[in-house]
Each structure stands twice: as structure tokens, then as C-alpha cells.
T-cell receptor, first 115, second 111 residues
Framework: EAGVTQFPSHSVIEKGQTVTLRCDPISGHDNLYWYRRVMGKEIKFLLH????????ESGMPNNRFLAERTGGTYSTLKVQPAELEDSGVYFC?????????????FGQGTRLTVV | GQQVMQIPQYQHVQEGEDFTTYCNSS?????IQWYKQRPGGHPVFLIQ?????EVKKQKRLTFQFGEAKKNSSLHITATQTTDVGTYFCAGRASGTYKYIFGTGTRLKVLA
């Protein structure tokens, strides 16, 4: 069974440009999470989808970040326009149905560098 | 908002020595999970604790959940070089489905 896959693995963009990150969760997983790790610091929660609905987006830093999960399958996270402080590793994770006590499976992450 | 702190931030040990990382939440948790991230890798699930005072073991790893469900610890007995990486706890507060990650403890094992 395929794990959580993220694309691209690395992205280098200039300040002001737009980048879209993609996450394909494990098939059948209703829960999809986006996290970000900046400069080796803690892994910060960004948002949580249940199927196609945003359950919790309290961690989204500002309106330059837009996450979607059309059809409840894969998700995209768009940063527009990108700023230097957006650099970091963006992780996506998925877990099974609406039960909090299930493990999350993480993707390999997308390393975003804004120059 | 909910915060989860871990100590120490870094730990260097000689191979064969023991290692412990501690996780403290500002709020009572419904459950807590532990993850390990190897350098350049992604977080990999290790274990989940749910009950107050719960203790679980995985070979050389011992995980504890505090009685008040606000703290947890991970203890590694006789570390090996394969134990290197960053260990994160992730706590979930009641009524939410999101996990707040701790600040992580980076472990280096010297051969």
C-alpha cells in the first residue's frame, strides 16, 4: 500500500512568487493534516481536513496560504505571494476515520526555500 | 493556546548510555503520541498512550503517560547509533482532532 506522498520534494522560489504543494494521503484516510517545520524548530500545525471540509485551520499563518482538498482525496497548499519566512519543510499527514486515537502517517515533506 | 514543551532540546550520549526525553503540555491531553524523525527524514510514528499512568515498552524504549495526562516521557535503555534522530511528542487535547507537536529532542549517539 502506498504511503502519504508529497510533491515536489524540494522547491526553490523567489520572494513574491507562487508555489503549490501537493499531498496524496493514504487511500481511505479521511483525515488530512498539514504541518510545517521551520529551521529545525517544532513541527507546527497548519490545518486539518476531514474529507473535503476544513475541520480546523487555526494554524494557518495568514491569508497568503490557501489549502484545498477537492473531492476529499488529494490536497494542495498554495502560498501566494511567498515570503522569506515561509521557508521550511511542509509535512502532510493522514489518518483514518474520525477517531482521534489513530496514528498519523507522514509524507516525506516538501522542503520550500524562498530566496 | 495549547503548548507542548520538550526537554532537553539536545542530548549527546555515549553508545550504551541511557537517554530520556520529557514532554509537558499546558493542557490536559486526551492522548499522546511519540514520533521519531531521522536526519533528513519525516516523522515516523512510534507509539500512542491514552490512559492515565500508562506505561508501554518497545524493546529498549519505555513510554510513560503521567497521572494527570499532562506529561509524558520516553526512555531509551542502552542507546545504539541507530537511535539517532529527533524525538517528538504530539498531544491531542479533548474535543479536538489536531495534534500539537512538542519542540523535539535531538539525540546524538557517539560510538
Amino acid at each position: 500500500e502506498a504511503g502519504v506522498t508529497q510533491f515536489p520534494s524540494h522547491s526553490v522560489i523567489e520572494k513574491g512568487q507562487t508555489v503549490t504543494l501537493r499531498c496524496d494521503p493514504i487511500s481511505g484516510h479521511d483525515n488530512l493534516y498539514w504541518y510545517r517545520r521551520v529551521m529545525g524548530k517544532e513541527i507546527k500545525f497548519l490545518l486539518h481536513f476531514v474529507k473535503e471540509s476544513k475541520q480546523d485551520e487555526s494554524g494557518m499563518p495568514n491569508n497568503r496560504f490557501l489549502a484545498e482538498r477537492t473531492g476529499g482525496t488529494y490536497s494542495t497548499l498554495k502560498v501566494q505571494p511567498a515570503e522569506l519566512e515561509d521557508s521550511g519543510v511542509y509535512f502532510c499527514a493522514s489518518s483514518q476515520a474520525m477517531a482521534g486515537n489513530t496514528e498519523a502517517f507522514f509524507g516525506q515533506g516538501t522542503r520550500l526555500t524562498v530566496v | 493556546g495549547q503548548q507542548v514543551m520538550q526537554i532537553p532540546q539536545y542530548q549527546h550520549v555515549q553508545e550504551g548510555e541511557d537517554f530520556t526525553t520529557y514532554c509537558n503540555s499546558s493542557t490536559t491531553l486526551s492522548n499522546i503520541q511519540w514520533y521519531k524523525q531521522r536526519p533528513g527524514g519525516h516523522p515516523v510514528f512510534l507509539i500512542q498512550l491514552v490512559k492515565s499512568g500508562e506505561v508501554k515498552k518497545q524493546k529498549r524504549l519505555t513510554f510513560q503517560f503521567g497521572e494527570a495526562k499532562k506529561n509524558s516521557s520516553l526512555h531509551i535503555t542502552a542507546t545504539q547509533t541507530t537511535d539517532v534522530g529527533t524525538y517528538f511528542c504530539a498531544g491531542r487535547a479533548s474535543g479536538t482532532y489536531k495534534y500539537i507537536f512538542g519542540t523535539g529532542t535531538r539525540l546524538k549517539v557517539l560510538a
